[in-house]
């Protein structure tokens, strides 16, 4: 049965950037490539943000952190996310990230990663409101996009700072703030905590985008229903594009589509392979795809067959063959 469609609304606007409906790609390494992104788009996703880039490796034009910043001109708005905890580097990264054309410069602050806490970045800033302040004024400073900021509610139970730590960054001049519900001990255990969010949009005036385990409409109605301006979809999104259509449905009363039979999947798969292929070349845009192509099996009857497929993903002409497998319903017999 279809859900009623609510009385709230999303939609909020980052700078002079209308987000008009409200729902976002949330980042994410090794999958927010520009092609995963345009599929989102597609199924209307209203913002979209690149996987996170080292604000250290951009500042000497690193080559592979570059090509993590591609950009498609059609994509608007665009943020381009970067991380670190040096208010100079971040500073020179935001003003890169302005020549590439990017709408909105967004500084992560919620990686649970080891590797990038342990240099001060992601989330270990959650510990550090001041010289995140700093971070977030020095980035302002340096460029005309205006910058955003994606949280955690804290860095553990004891230490829940999310709603005073938005408000520091809207004082250094941040325009939008993401939350993702869960501490940084939790990393992606337990579930996100709405009343958190729900806090953090009360706290600020800044637009607040909510973000975790929005997988379903009913999840994005919990969300909606926090009071934030906007919804960052993650792993929810994983192998499904079409969940932004199906939720943008329910919020306009409309009746909700299914999700697509293994006919459409493979065709979008197909294309997203193409996309790859085309931003990293055949070999590494393999590689990358054996982790999506699981993502769009998940779920499926008999898809542990083909998911060993996926890990021997070699050559386009193997993600065809797979395609065309999935597509014939190959996958249910076993
Ligand atoms: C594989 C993976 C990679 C991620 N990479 C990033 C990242 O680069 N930057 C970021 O801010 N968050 C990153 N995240 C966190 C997501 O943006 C999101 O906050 C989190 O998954 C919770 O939302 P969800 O429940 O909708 O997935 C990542 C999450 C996953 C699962």
Same mark, same amino acid.
Do not use: D, K, N, Q
């Given at each position: 049965m279809t859900e009623a469609s609510p009385d709230l609304e999303l939609g909020f606007s980052v700078g002079p950037h209308l987000? *008009? &409906? &409200? =729902?976002a790609l949330a980042p994410m390494a090794g999958n927010t490539n520009l092609a995963y992104r345009r599929l989102c788009r597609k199924f209307g996703a209203d913002l979209t943000t690149t996987e996170m880039v080292s604000s250290v490796a951009l500042g000497f034009d690193d080559q592979k952190s570059l090509a993590l910043l $591609?950009?498609? *001109? $059609? $994509?608007? /708005?665009v943020a381009a996310q970067v991380f670190g905890a040096d208010p100079e580097a971040l500073a020179q990264a935001a003003a890169k990230v302005e020549t590439l054309g990017f709408h909105i410069v967004d500084l992560n602050v919620?990686? /649970?990663v080891p590797k990038i806490t342990g240099g001060g970045g992601g989330s270990a800033l959650l510990k550090e409101p001041e010289l995140a302040a700093r971070c977030v004024a020095a980035m302002v400073a340096a460029t005309s996009t205006p910058v955003t900021v994606k949280i955690r509610a804290g860095w553990d139970d004891e230490n829940k700072n999310a709603p005073e730590f938005a408000k520091r960054m809207e004082e250094a001049g941040a325009q939008a703030v993401t939350v993702h519900g869960r501490t940084r001990e939790q990393r992606y255990s337990g579930v996100a905590d709405l009343n958190l969010i729900a806090e953090v949009a009360k706290a600020v005036h800044i637009p607040v985008i909510g973000n975790g385990d929005v997988e379903c409409i009913e999840s994005a109605k919990r969300m909606l229903e926090t009071g934030v301006s906007g919804i960052a979809i993650g792993r929810g999104a994983l192998g499904r594009p079409w969940l932004f259509q199906q939720i943008r449905a329910w919020l306009n009363g409309e009746a909700v589509p299914n999700d697509p039979g293994p006919a459409t999947r493979a065709s979008l798969l197909l294309e997203l392979g193409c996309g790859v292929t085309e931003l990293y070349g055949e070999f590494r845009g393999m590689r990358i795809m054996r982790r999506l192509t699981a993502d769009f099996l998940k &779920? =499926? /009857? &008999?898809a542990a067959k083909l998911r060993a497929r996926c890990n021997r993903l070699q050559c386009f002409a193997d993600l065809e063959g797979l395609a065309a497998a999935y597509s014939s319903g190959e996958s249910e017999g076993v």
């Open positions: 987000v *008009a &409906g &409200g =729902l $591609e950009r498609g *001109a $059609e $994509e608007y /708005p919620g990686c /649970p &779920g =499926l /009857p &008999g």
